[in-house]
């Protein structure tokens, strides 16, 4: 475990079983077509059905909801003591790279840790993740980082990103 001077603590392991004390938010990059199947959310849905099935329903339900780029949904899993959430942050404009560049919205990503920031801070809650929006969507981290370091480090909540072997 090492916390760079950013103050985000990096550490070898599996971000669906998040480490530490207190109640926690997993939060991680969905697409904006209601796919869900590859990647980070293959091992959320082998942990829990709630994320899934809220992001598929928040999706179906798009025109009378705000799922869209840039919108963040917090949706319980686990046992209740175990204050458990996991975000879905609609952060890729569709699944694969193509013509119009990489899936990644990095704006969209930036926007919805914006609008995770005061929820988290009111469940007194950590966030972990893996490098959001770097895997099939596409991203670089380097420019994930400063997004995640200005949403929510500078607004005091405490991030943990894991690196899965």
Not at 127 to 152: F, K, N, S
């Amino acid at each position: 475990m090492n916390a760079g001077d950013d103050g985000i603590r990096y550490l070898r392991g599996d971000a669906t079983a998040p480490q530490g004390k207190g109640p926690k938010v997993i939060a991680h990059v969905c697409n904006d077509l209601g796919g869900w199947g590859k990647g980070f959310v293959v091992a959320l849905s082998r942990r829990w059905p709630e994320p899934e099935a809220a992001y598929r329903r928040w999706h179906r339900e798009r025109a009378r909801n705000d799922f869209g780029l840039g919108a963040v949904q917090l949706v319980p899993v686990g046992r209740a003591e175990q204050q458990l959430w996991v975000a879905n942050m609609v952060g890729q404009r569709g699944i694969r790279t193509g013509s119009k560049g990489v899936p990644v919205r990095y704006e969209a990503i930036e926007q919805a840790l914006i609008s995770l920031a005061p929820q988290v801070l009111e469940l007194r809650a950590s966030v972990h993740m893996p490098r959001i929006g770097c895997g099939l969507a596409g991203g670089r981290w380097e420019r994930v980082e400063p997004l995640v370091r200005h949403a929510l480090v500078a607004q005091g909540v405490p991030v943990t990103v894991y690196d899965y072997d």
